[in-house]
């Protein structure tokens, strides 16, 4: 779970500038398995393989390419990318400040978090207040890689958080799926019946009690089986399986053989 | 255009039934690159190799382990796992109601929206009972085998039904060990006051994508054969914490 | 969350969480943990010192999930200390060292009630200070079977005018150390013997003893895994908690208990936990610490 920066960089608003790293705010599935060799449980890797030379390629070889047809790309450097819009590939600026509760969910696509930069800690620490006590979040944009995100920066518990939002034209308006009302007569009194309920059942939410079933099974089930079965070993480097040297064998032999015998 | 609906269900809490359609809210645009080998250009495919051995190995002889300990797994197959995934009943099964904004938005994970199925009453009622009352839905129900967890809200006469986190799949902002800094009265009222200054009402549509199309530039111009200058980004001077007070005066001063 | 600063020497340490109880079934809390670390301090700090931590985490307690984390937290206090270790592919990777009675109380206020290190120390990374034999008991098999095993490998490394130590998993198994602390030794050469050693003894004793790990081999015998012995192998530290059902330790023991409990044949005997660790050490120091001051040649090499 070490929170590993993503991205470091500064918030700005106005004049104010503000050092921070971008840290991961969920992790998607603490159950993680390792992919394993059935023959030897050799632990696997996921890495990129060229088919052309039938290897292995190191991070070092890879670069990113633009499909321009078949078989053919063009290649994009880091450097280039990052010139598209070099002012906001190292800057979270904020454009305004909005009321959180009138950013739609509809818009949200992924969080993380911002924690304080070398030096910024104090005025991170009054960005937090601030919107604390507005109610308000910051509407930036910046550049992570090939992708501009316009992102909201708002409070989670005492810490700020940056959520990706979606464009407005990468959302479907609801229009498309909801028909508009037809002459069906009035629902009043089946709305009073469910609001009765509603407000019968309410309570508050603590995300904690709802258990993640699919994980507690797979944890009874790693459980289960650890109990009955010994767990296999994967062996840890690459070796033959030769005997040792000669002379040590003998000596070793020798040794045991002195052995009263092993009970 | 309507669009196909994903799944068909029907919330249920107490006594009630709403059939109903699950439908896309978001439709992603981007730019797709792929990974290339320098060389030659050659594109990357993604191989399970051996990490000793740096070989490819094949599809059926890859088994899945869970690390009990350093470099100990138990081995786990296909048959088990799929003997774990629930048996869907395409029900939506709403267990409380909460007040509306309660939800920290980092358990937010994707967003549908619903459309009556069959008949529009008992969707017409419940979108303006949860709309009456300022509640939302906490559901679970199983789609295409897997479990989900879910929030159902109302806006205006449309439902949506959000999918969450699992509270473990939330960091918890504790272990971001954040410092405690001390603010003074003045230095808080000053960014309470720039803060009001540059607000805005949200407006999705001000906020467009050139990103985008500048990027769909630049490829542009290297497929002609043009050279791309190189801009570096600059990273601003952090704004030293006994100026705080200073600078956001000053920025005050500019905004209004 | 609640949260507590502890001074420790000139530096403070700040505690959160600390009635959650992390071993239910038995009741010790993040409060008899650190309490327990603290205790132990003067004899496990000597055998963490320059090496690279794995933290083994338990935030939700025995029960709960856990997860093994190699790299230091980056949201660690500017004091710990830390070495940066290359990695295969390349890059580095920052590591803790717990050089200190703080750097331990921070470790565990994370919940890392497992501390596994390696044999080499960061500055000296190709060069184990010590050799181990990993025994293992397969399904049928149990530690007074490791008991006999690890009494015929103390005999015959005696022979080779090798002395060894001997220390229990705190689950199932023993930990047969040799001290070598020799700069000359390297993991190519631990390897070698004690692969060598191990499949003699399982020539020898075929019903009793295998050298490889695959499970079938392993049914009602006693796994010696010299493999332990490689540059990124990491084993459970000395005096270490486990996350068991109840707080056990990974416990030096001295051989003429090792001979006593294995006659007795009662394998609950080689359960040891926290309090029988915190008197023992009291009574007897560390058992432990020719480990690190004995220097010892492998013949042959």
């Known amino acids: ?153 708002r409070v989670s518990g005492a810490a700020l958080s940056l959520v990706t939002l979606h464009y407005s034209d990468e959302v479907v308006p609801a229009a498309e799926t909801v028909p508009e009302e037809k002459e069906e007569g009035g629902v009043e009194e089946e709305k009073d019946r469910m609001a009765r309920t509603i407000r019968r059942m309410e309570a508050r939410f603590d995300p904690a009690r709802y258990r993640d079933d699919r994980r507690r099974k797979i944890m009874a089930l790693l459980g289960r089986k650890e109990e009955v079965e010994a767990p296999v070993e994967a062996p840890t480097s690459f070796e033959d399986t030769q005997e040792g040297p000669g002379d040590l064998v003998a000596v070793l032999q020798e040794s045991v053989r002195k052995l009263k015998g092993v009970r | 255009m309507v669009s196909r609906a994903l799944w068909k269900g029907q919330i249920h809490f107490g006594d009630f039934d709403v059939p109903v359609k699950l439908h896309t809210a978001v439709r992603e645009q981007r730019i797709q690159f792929h990974l290339l080998h320098s060389r030659d250009h050659v594109r990357l495919r993604q191989h399970m190799l051996c990490a000793y051995e740096k070989v490819p190995v094949p599809r059926e002889e890859q088994v899945r382990g869970f690390e009990v300990g350093e470099g100990r797994y138990i081995i786990v197959d296909d048959d088990e796992l799929e003997r774990l995934e629930p048996e869907g009943n395409r029900t939506i ?132 054969g043009e050279k791309i200058s190189i801009l570096r980004p600059r990273q601003r001077r952090a704004t030293p914490p006994d100026r705080l007070l200073e600078t956001l005066e000053a920025s005050l001063k500019k905004a209004v | 969350m609640k949260r507590i600063a502890a001074r420790i020497g000139e530096r403070v340490v700040s505690l959160s969480n600390l009635d959650k109880d992390l071993y239910p079934s038995y009741g010790f809390t993040k409060a008899d943990v650190l309490e327990y670390y603290r205790r132990i301090s003067p004899c496990i700090l000597p055998h963490l010192r320059d090496r690279a931590l794995t933290l083994k985490r338990y935030p939700d307690g025995i029960g709960g999930d856990h997860f093994f984390e190699k790299r230091c937290p ?50 000296t990374p190709g060069i184990p200070d010590s050799m181990v034999f990993d025994l293992d008991p397969g399904e049928g098999a149990d530690v007074i079977d490791c008991g006999h095993i690890a009494l015929a490998l103390r005999d015959i490394l005696g022979d080779l005018g090798l002395e060894c130590f001997v220390k229990t998993s705190g689950k199932k198994g023993l930990h047969v150390y040799v001290p070598l602390n020799r700069e000359e030794t390297t993991f190519d050469d631990t390897r070698r013997f004690s692969k060598t050693l191990a499949q003699v003894l399982e020539r020898s004793y075929p019903q009793k003893v295998t050298s490889v790990m695959a499970k079938d081999a392993r049914k009602g015998r006693v796994f010696i895994n010299w493999s332990q012995n490689g540059p990124s192998n990491t084993t459970v530290c000395v005096y270490s908690l486990r996350a068991r059902e109840s707080p056990t330790v990974s416990l030096p023991l001295a051989w003429g208990e090792i001979e006593r409990l294995t006659r007795q044949a009662d394998p609950g005997e080689f359960q040891f936990i926290h309090s029988d660790a915190l008197q023992r050490a009291e009574r007897d120091g560390d058992l432990f610490s020719g480990l690190l001051e004995l220097r010892q040649t492998l013949p042959g090499f």
């Open chain 3, 74 to 123: 980056a949201h660690r206090p500017g004091w710990v200390e830390t070495a940066n270790i290359p990695q295969s592919g390349g890059e580095e990777m920052t590591v803790c060292l717990v050089n200190g009675l703080h750097t331990l109380m921070w470790v565990e206020n994370l919940a890392s009630l497992e501390l596994h290190v390696p044999l080499a120390r960061v500055s």
């Open chain 2, 93 to 224: 099964e709403i267990h409380d109601f909460v007040r509306g904004g309660q939800i920290d938005p980092l358990y937010f994970d994707r967003v549908y929206y619903l459309a009556p199925d069959v008949m529009l009453r008992g969707y017409r009622a419940l979108a303006e009972a949860l709309g009456e009352t300022g509640m939302e839905g906490i559901c679970t129900w199983t789609m295409r085998k897997r479990s989900y967890l879910g929030s159902l809200a109302a806006k205006g006469k449309a439902m949506r039904l959000i999918t969450l986190r699992h509270a473990d799949e939330v960091i918890d902002a504790g272990s971001l060990d954040l410092p405690v800094t001390g603010l003074s009265d003045r230095e808080l009222e000053a960014g309470v006051n720039l803060v009001t200054a540059l607000s805005a009402p949200f407006q999705p549509e001000k906020f467009k994508n050139d990103h985008q199309k500048k990027l769909r530039e630049l490829i542009d111009r290297k497929a002609a």
């Open chain 1, 1 to 153: 779970m070490a929170l590993q920066s993503i991205w470091t960089g500064t918030i700005t608003f106005s004049l104010v500038a503000i050092p921070v790293r971008l840290v991961k705010a969920v992790r998607p599935d603490r159950i993680s398995f390792r992919m394993l060799h059935a023959k030897d449980y050799s632990p696997l890797i996921r890495a990129f393989y060229c088919p052309d030379e039938d290897r292995m390629v190191p991070p070092g070889e890879i670069v990113r390419g633009y499909e321009v047809g078949p078989e053919q790309y063009i290649e994009v450097t880091e450097d280039e990318l990052d010139s598209v819009s070099p002012e906001r590939s190292r800057t979270i600026e904020i454009m305004d400040f909005v009321d959180v509760s009138d950013v739609d969910p509809l818009y949200y696509d992924r969080p993380y978090y911002l924690a304080p930069g070398r030096g910024g800690e104090k005025a991170y620490g009054l960005l937090v207040q601030v919107m604390l006590r507005t109610n308000r979040g910051g509407i930036a944009k910046f550049v992570l890689g090939e992708r501009e995100h316009l992102v909201l920066l």
